[in-house]
C-alpha cells in the first residue's frame, strides 16, 4: 500500500513546525546516542538534523503503513517486484555467497550464480597470473567499455580499492565521444590489452560503438582481436554476433538491474584488478548488509534509518538536493555512482498504480570528496540561501601509515564542516572577529559578510577503513535506502522509463546531423542548431 496523501501532509507540517527549531538546542548529552546507528563496525550519526523523536516515530509509522517488511521479503525472495517490466530484483543473490536458495519462477538461481562467479575466479585468475594472454604476451591492461550501471560501478570501485589493485591496469571507456576512447585506446599496446565489453542489453549504442572502435584499433596489430575480447551481459546470441567466444561470455538474468550489477560479471574488472579473494570480500561486505538490513529493527537498521532521514529533508522538508562528501579521495566516482543509484531508481513522477506521486521524487544527489568540495562548492552549502543536507563519510583509518598526520587532518576536516554547518556564526561573533580592523557602518557590513546562519542538516557516516568488504557495505547500504525510500514514495525504484526518449529522438537525429535526413518536423530551435552544426 502506498503511504496515503494524508501522512504526506502530516510529514511536510512537522516539518514547517520545526523549520526554524534549532538543531544546537536539541543537542543534549543524549542526543548523539539516541540518534544514531552502529552496525558492521560502521557509525552512522544523524544527531546533526532537526529530526526528533515524535518526528522520527511518524515516519516509522509510514514504513508499516507502506509495508516495508512485506515489500523487503518480497524482493529478497525473487517476486516480480519490477512490475512494469515484470521482473524479480535480485542483485542480493549475486552476493548471497552462503548459497541459500532463492527461487525465481519455482526455480533455485544459486547454482547458475555461484557457477558463473566461480568461472569468472578462473578468467581472472588466469589474466593475473599470465595463463590467459594477448598475442604479445601477458595482459598489462584491461578496457572496460560500457556505460551508465555497465560502467559506474566497476569504475568506481577499481578507484577505491586502489591499494589492493595487484591485477593488470583496468581503464573505463563509457562516453561515445571519440574523445574519451582515443585518449584510453593511444596510450595502450594492443597486443597485451584485454577488452571487456560490458552490456546488459547489448544494444546501448555507446557501449557497441565503442566496442567496435576498440575492434577496428586491435585488428591493426592483432591477428585475431575477437580472442581478447570478453563480454557481460544477459544477451548471449548478441555477444556471439559480435563475435566473442562462449568461453570469455559472463552471463547474467535480467533480474539483475545494470545500476544494481557491479557484484556479478559487471564486476569482472575490478576483479581482475584486485583479485578473486578481495572481490569476494567486496561481496561478503554487502552480504553482511543485506542481513542487517532484514534482520534489524527499523530504528536500529541504517539502511532504514538513511532512508528515513532522507524522506525528512526532501519530501518532507523540501530541500530539493542532498550532497554526498566522502572525505576519501578514492572515492571520487562514489558520487557519480550514487547519482545513477538515486536517480534513476527514484526519479519516478508516477506509483506504481501509475498515478501522479502526492509528494516530490527523489532528491537531485551530487557531490565530490572533501577536502576539495570545500575549496568550490562549500561556499554555498554554508551561506547560500537554500538548505542542502550534507552526508559526510570518513574512515577512521587510511592506508598510508607513514602519512597518518594527513589522515588526522582529513577527519578534522569532515568534523569541523557539520560543525560548523550546524553551529554557525552569528552577527556578534562575526563583529568580534574583525572588530580590530573596521569600524562604524563599514564595520557592520563587514561582519554581516562574515556571519554563517548554522542550523544546517548533515549526517556522518563513519567507518573503520576503506577496505573492499567495507565498500562493500557502503554500496549495499545506499542500495537499501534506495529501496525503502522506493517503498515509502510507493514507485518502482527498478525501471528507467525516463532514459527511453532522448534515446530514441538522437537515433532519429543521427542521420539529420549527417545530411542525410532533413530537419522537417523538428522545431525551430533543433532545427537551426543543426542547421549551425552542418554549417
Ligand atoms: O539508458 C539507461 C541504461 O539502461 C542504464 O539503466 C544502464 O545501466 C545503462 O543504460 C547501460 O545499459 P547496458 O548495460 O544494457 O548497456
Known sequence: MPVSADSWSRLAAAANSVSDRSILALMDAERAGAFSVSALGMLFDYSKTNLD????????????????????????????????????????????????????????????????????????????????????????????????GSDLGPAMAVQALSPYADGPRCHFVSNVDGAHIHDILSGLNPETTLVIVASKTFTTIETMTNAETARDWMAEKVSDPAAQFA?????????????IDESRVFGFE?????????????????????????????????EAMDTHFREAAPLDNMAVVLALVGVWHNQGCGYATRAVLPYEQRLARLPAYLQQLEMESNGKRVGMDGQPLPCDSGPVVWGEPGTNGQHAFYQLIHQG????????????????????????????????????????????????????????????????????????????????????????????????RVFVEGVLLGINSYDQWGVELGKELAKALDPVVAGEAGTEGKDASTAGLVAFIRA
Open 385 to 480: 540561501t537554500r538548505v542542502i543536507p550534507c552526508e559526510f563519510m570518513v574512515g577512521r583509518r587510511g592506508h598510508e601509515p607513514e602519512l597518518a598526520h594527513q589522515h588526522r587532518l582529513l577527519v578534522a576536516n569532515c568534523l569541523a564542516q557539520s560543525e560548523a554547518l550546524m553551529v554557525g556564526r552569528d552577527l556578534d561573533e562575526a563583529r568580534a572577529k574583525v572588530a580590530g580592523q573596521f569600524e562604524g557602518e563599514e564595520l557592520e557590513r563587514q561582519a554581516s559578510h562574515r556571519v554563517f546562519p548554522g542550523n544546517r542538516p548533515s549526517t556522518t557516516l563513519v567507518y573503520d577503513q576503506l577496505t573492499p568488504a567495507v565498500l562493500g557495505q557502503i554500496v549495499a547500504l545506499y542500495e537499501h
Open 254 to 286: 535480467d533480474w539483475v538491474g545494470g545500476r544494481y550489477s557491479m557484484w556479478g560479471p559487471i564486476g569482472l574488472s575490478l576483479m581482475i584488478a584486485v583479485g578473486p579473494d578481495d572481490f569476494r570480500a567486496f561481496l561478503q561486505g554487502a
Open 53 to 148: 523523536a515524535g518526528t522520527r516515530d511518524m515516519l516509522v509509522a509510514m514504513l508499516d503503513e507502506a509495508g516495508l517488511a512485506e515489500r523487503r521479503d518480497a524482493m529478497f525472495g525473487g517476486a516480480a517486484i519490477n512490475d512494469t517490466e515484470g521482473r524479480a530484483v535480485l542483485h542480493t543473490a549475486l552476493r548471497n555467497l552462503s548459497g541459500k536458495p532463492v527461487m525465481v519462477d519455482g526455480q533455485d538461481v544459486m547454482p547458475e550464480v555461484l557457477a558463473t562467479l566461480d568461472r569468472m575466479d578462473a578468467f581472472a585468475a588466469d589474466v593475473r597470473e599470465g595463463r590467459f594472454t594477448g598475442q604479445g604476451g601477458a595482459i598489462t591492461d584491461v578496457v572496460n567499455i560500457g556505460i551508465g
Open 231 to 243: 563480454a557481460l551481459s544477459t544477451a548471449a546470441d548478441k555477444t556471439a554476433a559480435f563475435g
